[in-house]
């Protein structure tokens, strides 16, 4: 067995590996692969080449490192990167800033919750002057606020324990609430504040974030349907010419999926748990056995508007995020299944894109103005998809009574959100930029008079003529077929006079059936679908 050369003009590895100054040898590990050999080398060389091979590479790496601040420029992530000013509507809610003052918010209210349950006599009801103060840490929670939880939280090593201890320094100087420090995380798991904290975030960014978009492109659909609802166009099944629709149909169909999508997402109840360590309330029986803790948590839940799972172990159990995520898994679905229609449109020249003055379509050819709003959005449903797939699949999975592999997942839910946002984004420009060029829709009408065999040979049916089918397959299949020759077919079929006047009338442009009608009532079915939700 031979080895490769690596100093062909085929090397895998970067020229700069290769290079060196005067005099200095290459390592003993690019020499003894750029001499073909018929034999392995031993061990013990190999062992001593890949050293000098680490050696190198580390050299190499250190030539080649830049110590970067972090920037748009520097970011890993395109949403955080070139995507950052279509996605940062989400920051304050999908961010780790938002994971942390969610969490604030929560300890926070489980604290005023606590000085209102008359059997905790320890935290008496606090003053108008110690509520405020404590509302005003959330109120006035800072991005300096949340850093100092992160330089707490790098001696804790613990983000949840952070928060608590940051809320405590915080509440020092407050000479009712001092007294009761301790009551900050009372009987709680951590897992009792992430878990509200990740549904508040879900919540607040769905009603802020997703749904305002999303309800933008729905209506942007409709009116592309409402203005183009008499406009024929020709259809196509496995690609081939079908019968005539009409554009505004084939958009309403788009509508009223999306809308029934949308709904489905807005379903999904948003859940939380305050159980405890293992959710069956065993702290906080053992400290005051004489109150209804399941009540209290329900209570506590509901207030924070979401809903209460009162069966769980130390997590709530993800299946409502299950659920959520595939609900917008699969709205991105259907609009992937949009993007590519359009694409198709627009290949076709059904519809035109607006220019914008200084916009390049190709570094090549000038001429092109390629439809870059659907691929991109196109692309980033799939980089969606691929994350809220991984969180469905995964989240509702945990081992007896929890394992940790959710925490790491769960960070990743604005990844899938921001991706989404971006593509819903990335469409609504892209329809804003269409045009629809009626004369090309016409033109392809015009050469597909074979679209009339359908209603001629089911007319044929209703009146009794043999072999339908069969007569107008033999007529139009691998043939070119004109208006005169339809014409001439239908004048000498054995039909009433009647019939035949009807079919004479017949045009690819106006055989469309209900399709106008369709799209006339599209605002009303999709007003339908929100009624039910």
Known sequence: MELLALNS??????????????????????????RRSRRMPSSSTLRATLKEFDIATEKTVKKMSRDLEY???????????????????????????????????????????LSQIPGIEEVPSFSDDAQSFLEGIVYGFTVDDALEIKKIERVTNHDVKAVEYFLKQKCQSHSEIVKVLEFFHFACTSEDINNLAHALMLKEALENSIFP??????????????????????????????SPTTLGK????????????????????????FAGAVGNYNAHLVAYPGINWPQIAEEFVTSL??????????????????????????????????????WGYISWGYFKQI????????????????????????????????????????????????????????????????????????????????????ARLSDDLDNCWEVLAEPIQTVMRRHGVPEPYEKLKELTRGRAVTKESIRAFIEGLKLPKEAKTELLKLTPHSYVGAAVDLARTTEEAVKLVNVRC
């Not at 958009?251 to 109840?269: G, K, N, P, T, Y």
């Not at 009162?310 to 679905?333: C, G, W």
């Open 9 to 34: 003009k085929h090397s895998p590895l970067p020229t700069n590996l290769h290079s060196q100054r005067p005099n200095e040898r290459p390592p003993t590990f690019f020499l003894s692969l750029t």
């Open 71 to 113: 920037s748009t420029l520097t970011a890993l992530s395109p949403l955080d990167g070139r995507y950052w000013g279509k996605v940062k509507d989400l920051a304050p809610f999908m961010s780790e800033y938002a994971l942390i003052y969610y969490r604030v918010l929560v300890e926070v209210q489980w604290l005023i919750k």
């Open 213 to 242: 978009v999303i309800d933008c492109l729905i209506e942007a659909i409709v009116k592309i349907t409402k203005d183009n609802a008499h406009v024929p166009m020709l259809s196509r099944t496995h690609g081939q010419p079908a």
């Open 250 to 273: 084939e958009m309403a169909i788009f509508a009223v999926r999306l809308s029934r999508e949308r709904r489905d997402i807005s379903q999904v109840e948003i859940m939380g748990k």
């Open 305 to 342: 508007g979401l809903s209460f799972n009162p069966y769980v172990s130390q997590i709530e159990t993800h299946d409502y995020m299950a659920k959520l995520f595939h609900a917008i898994y699969r709205f991105n679905n259907v609009l992937i299944d949009f993007d590519r229609d359009v």
């Open 355 to 438: 220019t914008k003055a200084g916009e390049i379509g190709s570094s090549t050819m000038p001429h092109k103005v390629n439809p870059i709003d659907f691929e991109n959005s196109e692309g980033n449903l799939g980089v969606a998809n691929g994350t809220l797939s991984h969180l469905s699949t995964k989240l509702p999975i945990s081992r007896f009574q929890r394992d940790l592999t959710d925490s790491t997942v769960l960070r990743n839910m604005g990844v899938g959100l921001g991706h989404s946002l971006l593509a819903y984004k990335s469409t609504l420009q892209g329809i804003g930029k269409l045009q629809v060029n009626e």
